[in-house]
């Protein structure tokens, strides 16, 4: 795998300074060529703080490239990086530490997570289900990172089974929302692995294969796969009325068709989850009383 040396010192600045001018020269690499700037899907790590917030306390992939701007190899990275990170924008996160500008926070990372930065740019991914990062020595082109980053996803969603899905249902020992996932395939979409992620711990995503759950998927009145069903639960009694009947009408649950002519987005699924992983209530709320205009306070 083609690297620089992971500290700018390491090699003269003459050698450098060709390096850079041969890919320039070679229309590899422009002149306008940056670092992951403002407005990038990249997000540059530069402290303790970041490193927490992105990678840490994340539910998703993360993505962690270590570079030094200054190393050609690093500069070619830029481009599929930023493209596998913009198409996989909202699923999978993209970092990226300098391990030169930024070497404390570099050094401190690879020491804590076993990583071996022996050149630049080194690739590994973190992932919530797995305590070290995995090495990625694939190819360094955005469809080859993006295939590794897809195929190493992790998802939260149950895969269930007639005879486990009555206890993963039973609202009376776990209030968390339950959204049931009736397909055809045995796993998730990419795009619903990243959906769990989203909302781990809020909402519980259950797999019905159609093999199986055939007749549970129509008594939901389910007729296309994939098909996510959310469950309503008791503690929904205690919602707003006006929400209640938004949400679920005169049924007791809620549907949406993951149709073809219809693609699904990160955000369109989202925005139909959101409104079912807020917490459950556990008493009717009081109606707020509205102060008539003009009316002395």
């Known amino acids: 795998m083609r690297a620089c040396s992971a500290q700018g010192h390491r090699r003269s600045p003459m050698l450098q300074l060709f ?10 690499v422009t002149p ?6 403002y407005g990038s899907n990249v997000h540059a790590l530069k402290s303790s703080n970041d490193f927490k917030r ?10 962690a490239s270590f570079y030094r701007e200054g190393c050609g190899f690093c500069a070619l990275l830029t481009e599929p990086w930023e493209k596998a990170a913009t198409d996989l924008k909202h699923m999978v996160h993209f970092v990226a530490i300098d391990t030169e500008k930024d070497s404390k926070l570099a050094s401190k990372v ?12 080194t690739i590994v991914a973190f992932t919530p289900k797995a305590k070290n990062p995995i090495p990625y020595n694939g190819e360094r082109t955005a469809a080859a990172i993006k295939g590794f980053a897809t195929n190493t996803m992790p998802d939260f969603v149950a895969r269930l089974k007639p005879e486990t899905y009555q206890a993963w249902s039973d609202y009376s020992s776990d209030t968390t929302r339950k959204v049931i996932l009736f397909s055809e395939k045995a796993s998730p979409a990419s795009l619903l692995k990243a959906i ?4 781990r711990d809020r909402v519980s995503f259950g797999l019905a294969p159609k093999s199986s759950f055939s007749v549970l998927a129509k008594s939901y009145g389910v007729d296309s796969f994939p098909t996510l069903v959310a469950l309503r639960r008791p503690a929904d009694d205690f919602e707003d009325d006006a929400w209640a009947h938004k949400h679920f009408g005169e049924t007791q649950f809620s549907k949406m068709a993951l149709t073809a002519e219809a693609k699904p987005t990160f955000r369109s699924l989202e925005f139909w989850v959101m409104p079912f992983a807020r917490a459950p209530r556990s008493a009717k709320q009081k109606p707020k009383k509205r102060v008539a205009k003009g009316s002395e306070l």
Do not use: C, D, H, R
Request: overall charge negative; cysteine-free.
């Open 19 to 28: 390096g850079i001018q041969a890919l320039l020269w070679s229309g590899l």
């Open 32 to 37: 306008s060529s940056a670092f992951f700037e």
């Open 54 to 63: 992105w990678v840490t306390n994340s539910s998703f992939l993360v993505m």
């Open 110 to 121: 690879a020491q804590k997570y076993g990583i071996e930065i022996k050149g630049v740019p």
């Open 196 to 199: 769990s992620s989203e909302f």
